[in-house]
């Protein structure tokens, strides 16, 4: 696995949530955010295969991401839009979240996923 | 946009559902948003591979090929849609979303300076037309031939056949010119393409860019004037966007669920199914899902700040829509125009366009719309 450092492209409070992505293609990339949803957070960092192609709004699963399982329980579960959009996803799994639906807080500082939209 | 109806809601709430009847064929319409998604993506059990039975009218009348990718089913499918996904992910580039930017300022312009304008053929249509001149990576003079052609150009009346003979002649033509002098448009990626080793044949090059003009064009204009008309009806929305632009990507999501003028999209069945025998079309009906108020509150009204927001107005699963981040971008780059502006519109005159079938109708854009417009601002 390659880990690779992205700048933190606001200017940005000192103490902000770091997220690490794992790429389809098996790369991590490490990006420190102050975006307000996981989603926001692929989109300024350019996170290969995460699109967001509805703009947030749990329309279209491009943002479908699986959390590590040392992060479910703390990150929680869909909320119903979400789960019923999901569950029709071929990469589903019982760690699948979209990524426009987790809202970034302190505490999910070090949160791990892996993006699941097989478009990269 | 005041009149949005929904046909479909007593349907939804009974056990007997909606069959439309279509030259003596019944079909059975699948109107639940979950109902409609997993069938769309079940596409070994509901086949797209029936060629000119797509629509619920059938096209046999309009055309001799099939339409490419839409009318297979994968695998086939993920090959054909595959030579032209690359020319669709253009939208995602900064210097794509620039043109459209331009394209949406002049046409903006050019409307104020009419002052008093038709909304559908002075305005949506000329935007339309330029920004798929942008999407086809060909030149914008050619999207003046294509506004020359009005709305409903590909559609069914008693000029059917001539108005297909007109888009395969143009077709045809860009075909040749494509073959002689190459470039990085959709007409010279399909006189380059090759679908599992072997070059397109000529009714597969026929069938893709019949497509993006068939798909791709009264969808967009709809959708623009039920905007226009929104924006006529409610003075306090563009002040509302200029104030919080975050609000535009999610208005736009709202205005393509509410108005979903692709109402609905056929499936054939390979097995008997509870409501349809093998070989028997079902029809997704996209207008009725996005309407299923398990999933929509007061899904009638719009709410232009509405998340979640989880239409299916693009369609689901294999086949939907090629042309969506085109046309969120279109919608966007217009809303956020409109509101730097301070677009003032006041409507004189509405007539809506309406679809209409055996067991439903419904308005979908308007077919006139007399407008009176005015900007407080220029844009630089
Ligand atoms: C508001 C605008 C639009 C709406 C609501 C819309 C809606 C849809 C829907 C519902 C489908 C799915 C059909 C199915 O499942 O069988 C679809 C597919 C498609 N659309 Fe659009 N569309 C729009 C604009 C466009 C534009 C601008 C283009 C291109 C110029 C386009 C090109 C296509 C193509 C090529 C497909 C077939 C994709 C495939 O079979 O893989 N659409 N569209």
């Known amino acids: 696995m390659v880990f690779k450092w992205l700048p933190l492209n606001t200017t940005g409070r000192s103490i902000v949530p770091q997220i690490i992505f794992e790429t389809e293609d098996g790369q991590a990339l490490i990006v420190n955010t102050e975006a307000e949803h996981l989603m926001q957070a692929a989109l300024d960092h350019e996170i290969p295969g995460i699109e967001g192609a509805c703009g947030g709004v749990c329309s279209c699963a491009t943002c479908h991401v699986h959390i590590d399982p040392a992060w479910t329980e703390l990150v929680g579960p869909p909320n119903d839009f979400e789960a019923a959009l999901l569950e029709l996803e071929d990469q589903f799994k019982l760690c699948s979240r979209l990524g426009c639906q987790v809202k970034l807080t302190p505490e999910l500082d070090g949160l791990k996923v892996r993006v699941a939209t097989g478009a990269s | ?380």
């Open chain 2, 1 to 380: 946009m005041s009149a949005h109806p929904d046909p479909f809601r007593q349907a939804r709430a009974s056990s007997c559902g909606m069959t439309v009847h279509v030259d003596g064929e019944p079909i059975p319409l699948v109107l639940d948003l979950q109902g409609v998604r997993r069938a769309a993506k079940d596409w070994q059990a509901y086949s797209s591979a029936n060629p000119f039975h797509i629509t619920l009218q059938s096209e046999e009348a309009l055309r001799n090929f099939r339409q490419l990718p839409i009318e297979t089913d994968p695998p086939d499918h993920t090959d054909y849609r595959a030579i032209v996904e690359p020319l669709f992910r253009r939208p995602a580039q900064p210097d794509y979303a620039a043109r459209m930017r331009d394209i949406v300022r002049r046409t903006v312009d050019e409307a104020c300076a009419l002052g008093t304008l038709d909304g559908v053929l002075s305005f949506a249509l000329p935007l339309q037309s330029r920004a798929l001149a942008l999407l086809l990576n060909v030149p914008e003079s050619e999207a003046d031939e294509w506004i020359t052609w009005g709305i409903r150009a590909f559609d069914h009346d008693e000029q059917g056949p001539s108005k297909g003979a007109r888009l395969e002649n143009y077709i045809q033509r860009q075909l040749e010119h494509a073959a002689g002098t190459p470039g990085e448009d959709l007409f010279s990626i399909l006189h380059r393409a090759t679908f599992r080793g072997r070059p397109l044949t000529y009714e597969e090059k026929q069938g893709f860019a019949n497509l993006v003009f068939a798909g791709g064009r009264d969808t967009v204009i709809h959708t623009t004037t039920s905007i226009l008309a929104y924006i006529a009806e409610h003075p306090a929305f563009c002040p509302q966007l200029a104030a919080d632009p975050a609000l535009v990507p999610k208005a736009v999501e709202e205005f393509v669920r509410v108005v979903t003028p692709l109402t609905a999209i056929t499936r054939t069945c390979a097995a008997d199914t509870p409501h349809q025998s093998a070989g028997g079309r079902i029809g997704l009906c996209w207008a009725s899902a996005n309407r299923d108020d398990r999933f929509f509150k007061h899904a009638d009204r719009v709410q232009p700040d509405r998340a979640p927001n989880p239409h299916v107005a693009f369609g689901f699963g294999p086949h939907s829509c090629l042309g969506a981040s085109h046309t969120r971008l279109l919608l966007r780059t217009l809303l956020t125009q409109c509101a730097e502006r301070g677009l003032r519109i006041q409507t004189l005159e509405a007539i809506p366009n309406v679809e209409v079938f055996d067991t439903f109708s419904r308005p979908i854009g308007f077919s006139k719309l007399i407008q009176r417009w005015s900007a407080q601002q220029e844009i630089p």
